[in-house]
């Protein structure tokens, strides 16, 4: 048998944290059998679904990597597939109508609870076979009335429900469209899905799903019920936690190896291993690995991982995702050192891209102002001789490589009997408006020759300006 697994997301916002490391195991057991991933859109809430949030969630499922191999599937686009099995499980005597209405189910829960029992629908039009029925009504399925629901769960094991706890759940709504629970059946059933990969919230519908399964004569899938993730107060993960859309983590620089590598670790190890390449995540991923208990979201965690994917990726493939950081900061690149050249000259630096992109911004474009502190520190009357000299040292360079870079810095320090401190941090202002940079050799060589000595030309100006104030 093939395994088939899906990611199934309401479009009713944008794809959460929790909801990508759903799809991320989801996709890894597919992956690691040699399967199929089916992508899913849940869109029966007419009210909430929206485009835009179908967008979002293909926009964060595209940028993670996690390719489906079928769908995208609308369960709007099937409702007519879901009708028709509805009215053969009437037909069958195994749904049927009902016609009680509000107030009667309102009532009827407010006294339930009052006695302390489990709010259920009482099965009053259970066998009365209503037919042709002129105001509004429901279909409801008949729930067997005895026995139990017994699945083994890949993270949560042996979990029975008996059957006397499960109330004849409603499939077809008044306004006839079919409900969540059905529409989800018939999809796993039709898609051929094999394993049911989703978050703890839903144990609660297995039992009825595997009823309704049974009831058309379809197989039933493996579970996989996950744990939910929690911030590190140990509250719910919500929005004060940062966990919004993943498209914020992108916003934020972060690269999607780290989001995954995160994500993954988060309910899921193997050994102390920290690291994983997707390549690895695939070869080793296992459902039955899950942890049952719920994991702590931890920030400070994922920016290690972060700044160990800036360093250590192809620089070339890091670029490609700090052009739209550039973008997004209104750098303008055309003219200056490639964005490689950049990635490698200020990783070690940088945690996110976003931080990266800001940082390399004197390399593009000539800064305004130095920097107060900077200034006040290093471009002193006692800079002056140091910074005219190796200005006409650098201008007078007819290969600039590093090398000749460094040695027309040396060879100024030599001749003036100086420190390097005493020429480099002048310099380093001079260059980048800051007191921080690259190791200067790299930072002169990627800012350019022309620019290099123009704005040392400016802070020996600023230097003079200074005196004469």
């Known amino acids: 048998m093939t395994v088939k697994t899906r990611f199934a997301p309401s479009p009713t916002g944008f794809l959460h944290v929790g909801g990508a490391r759903t ?18 859109i849940e869109d029966t809430d007419l009210e909430r679904s929206t485009q835009e949030a179908i967008d979002a969630i293909m926009e964060g499922m595209e940028w993670l990597g996690l390719t489906w191999d079928e769908g995208p599937y609308y369960q709007t686009k099937r409702f007519d597939r879901y009708k028709e099995l509805i009215a053969k499980l009437e037909d069958e005597g195994k749904a049927y109508k009902c016609t009680c209405s509000r107030e009667r189910l309102d009532a009827l829960r407010e006294e339930q609870m009052a006695n302390g029992e489990k709010p259920q629908y009482d099965g009053k039009c259970r066998d009365l076979n209503l037919q042709d029925i002129e105001g509004d009504y429901v279909v409801r399925f008949r729930n067997p009335t005895e026995g139990s629901v017994v699945f083994d769960d890949y993270v949560r094991g042996r979990i029975e429900f008996q059957n006397t706890e499960l109330d004849d759940l409603i499939i077809l709504r008044s306004d006839g469209s079919p409900t969540y ?99 690895e ?24 991982l972060n700044q160990h994917y800036i360093k250590n990726s192809d620089p070339k493939y890091v670029a490609k995702h700090l052009e739209w950081h550039m973008q997004d900061q209104n750098i303008d690149t055309t003219n200056g050192p490639a964005l490689e050249d950049i990635v490698v000259a200020l990783s070690e ?34 800079a002056k001789a140091p910074l005219e000299l190796v200005q006409s040292k650098l201008a007078a360079i007819t290969d600039w490589t590093a090398e000749n ?35 200067l050799d790299v930072t002169l060589l990627h800012i350019g020759q022309s620019r290099s000595v123009e704005r040392i030309n400016k802070a020996v100006n600023f230097i003079a300006d200074r005196e004469n104030s």
């Not at 898609?191 to 039992?207: A, S």
């Not at 460094?406 to 100024?412: E, F, H, N, S, W």
């Open 23 to 40: 799809a991320l195991y989801s996709w890894l057991h597919a992956r690691h059998a040699k399967g199929e991933f089916v992508l899913r």
């Open 281 to 304: 995540m695939i070869e080793l991923f296992k459902l039955g690995d899950i942890n049952k208990a719920a994991s702590a979201f931890n920030t400070e965690k994922l920016l290690w």
């Open 405 to 439: 870079i460094q040695a027309a810095i040396a060879a100024t320090a030599e001749e003036l009997e100086l420190g390097m401190g005493k020429v480099g941090m002048p310099l380093r202002v001079a260059a980048t408006g800051a007191g921080q940079s690259p190791s």
């Open 181 to 279: 629970n059905f529409c989800v059946v018939v999809d796993d059933w039709d898609m051929g899905i094999t394993q049911v990969v989703r978050g703890e919230d839903h144990v609660n519908n297995t039992p009825r799903q595997i009823n309704i399964l049974k009831a058309l004569g379809a197989p039933v899938p493996e579970y996989a019920h996950v744990a939910m993730i929690l911030g590190d107060d140990g509250a719910k993960l919500s929005k004060r936690h940062g966990a919004v859309g993943v498209m914020q983590y992108r916003d934020d620089g972060y690269l999607p190896e780290a989001l995954l590598n995160y994500l993954v670790r988060l309910g899921w190890s193997h050994g102390d291993q920290e690291i994983f390449s997707i390549e």
């Open 349 to 382: 630096r940088a945690q996110t891209l976003k931080e990266l992109a800001a940082s390399s911004r004197y390399f593009y474009e000539d800064y305004q102002e130095f920097d107060a502190a900077a200034a006040k520190k290093h471009l002193r009357p006692v």
